[in-house]
């Protein structure tokens, strides 16, 4: 028998394995029972197992969240077309927590953000429809009960807020000289008026959106639950985004408005409302008779809104409108149509429409209430202008006389004046 060199036979050497003596084919073996039970455990409790893991995946999140958790001292409510980003919204609540103080005493400022995605347009699709339901209900709901007070609305919204008398009047939360100009309402402001909504987060929201605020509950008609000291912390922050003044916002120079790619612009004249940035509703609501003017393959309709009754001197921007301006059609209160007959620049509307002008109460020969045109009675947003305004155009103010903007609006103004004329004639 052949000896290895520790003595022993080299044949027992051979079979002789390290680890104990444990053989490859037994660990071989014990893995492979090992992945049967595996396999077997996963295809009889697979779905157990996936769905125990998304339940403590989610415990962990509810758990984390709850410790997160912090008692508003303010609370906003955005209602609008516009889904706002996670990231915009982190942005706005950060920076509007920096605007209020501790109201609950818990040692930090917070600021929570409800926010109600709505679809917009008589065209709606039948899911968005469906969606505008619940979020009507929500928005109602809220205001019968919610914690929101500082609210970002959608037109059609605030009126129905302002309607119900749920709204504070914004003078009366800070000095009115220091209010913006061009104040859509009493309640509420463009936040394209305000500088706040120029910064992160904030400037995310849709540019027509009303600034306002819940009224007091002291005042309130509603009794919505919450104390008049949470109120004021609610105050201090509206107070703050309508007083904010950014670096470089110095006073604006004035300009005569330039028609840039506008196919259609129109400049108002109104002592009690400023249509600021309704030009898009308005373009929406003629897009039967909106043409592409200046071939550029879209239809747009723009708006030159002055509030005559504001901080600025809207005479002297008339008077530069008129100078310099390229406007063609005017909607204006009494007392501004006479400004405009004066400066001899309007067109006579009998070569619009001939005889039908004098039926349509133009006694001056240049200008119709809106009271008197069918149009404005029956079409979406035209409709909510003051019935009491007049509308009328300017001659060609330039050398080459009517160019393709110029007819463009002639054209369009003709339509709205004739707008089922010839029915109501007989």
């Given amino acids: 028998m052949k000896m290895g060199i520790d003595g ?8 002789e394995q390290p680890n104990g003596g444990e053989s490859e084919d037994a660990k071989s073996e014990e893995k492979s029972t090992l992945k049967s039970k595996l396999e077997s455990f996963w295809y009889f409790y697979k779905w157990h197992a996936i769905i125990g893991a998304l339940l403590a995946v989610a415990l962990v999140i509810s758990l984390i969240q709850l410790f997160r958790n912090t008692d508003p001292d303010a609370y906003m409510m955005y209602v609008g077309p516009s889904t706002l980003y996670v990231k915009n919204k982190d942005e706005m609540t950060e920076r509007a927590a920096l605007d209020i103080y501790d109201y609950n005493g818990d040692g930090k400022t917070y600021v929570s953000l409800l926010e109600i995605t ?17 979020a009507n209900k929500r928005f109602l709901s809220e205001l ?3 914690d929101s007070v ?3 609305l959608e037109e059609s919204f605030f009126e129905k807020a302002n309607e119900q008398g749920l709204l504070c009047p914004l003078a009366e939360l800070i000095d009115p000289s220091l209010l913006p100009d061009d104040m859509y309402d009493p309640c509420g402001v463009r936040v394209s008026e305000l500088d706040y909504f120029k910064q992160g987060g904030f400037s995310s929201v849709p540019d027509d959106t009303l600034l306002c605020i819940r009224r007091s509950p002291e005042s309130d008609s509603i009794s919505y639950g919450r104390t008049p000291e ?13 007083t904010y003044k950014a670096e470089n916002s110095g006073p604006k120079e004035a300009k005569a408005y330039k028609n840039g790619k506008n196919d259609i612009v129109i400049g108002i004249y109104d002592a009690e409302r400023h249509y600021a940035s309704d030009g898009k509703k308005l ?4 897009s039967s008779i909106l043409k592409d003017a200046n071939s550029d ?4 309709l723009a708006i030159d809104p002055v509030l005559t009754s504001g901080k600025n001197d809207a005479e002297a921007y008339l008077a530069l409108q008129i100078a310099e301006g390229g406007e063609v059609i005017f909607i204006a209160n009494a007392e501004y149509y006479a400004k405009l007959k004066e400066s001899g620049i309007l067109r006579p509307l009998a070569g619009l429409i001939g005889d039908y002008a004098e039926r349509l109460g133009c006694e001056d020969g240049y200008g119709v209430q809106l009271k008197n045109l069918k149009w404005f009675d029956e079409k979406q947003y035209f409709s909510k202008f003051g019935k009491e305004l007049y509308i009328c155009a300017a001659d060609p103010r330039t050398e080459e006389g009517e160019d393709a903007f110029y007819r463009a609006n002639i054209d369009f103004l003709t339509k709205i004046l004739s707008y089922k004329l010839q029915e109501e004639q007989k």
């Fill in 8 to 15: 022993k036979p080299e044949d027992l050497l051979k079979d």
């Fill in 118 to 134: 709505v679809g917009m347009g008589e065209d709606m699709p039948y899911t968005a429809y469906e969606a505008n339901v619940d």
């Fill in 144 to 146: 019968a009960s919610g």
């Fill in 150 to 152: 500082v609210y970002l």
């Fill in 230 to 242: 949470y109120w004021a912390c609610n105050k201090a922050l509206v107070v703050k985004m309508l």
């Fill in 283 to 286: 373009a929406y609501a003629a």
């Fill in 297 to 300: 393959g879209k239809t747009l």
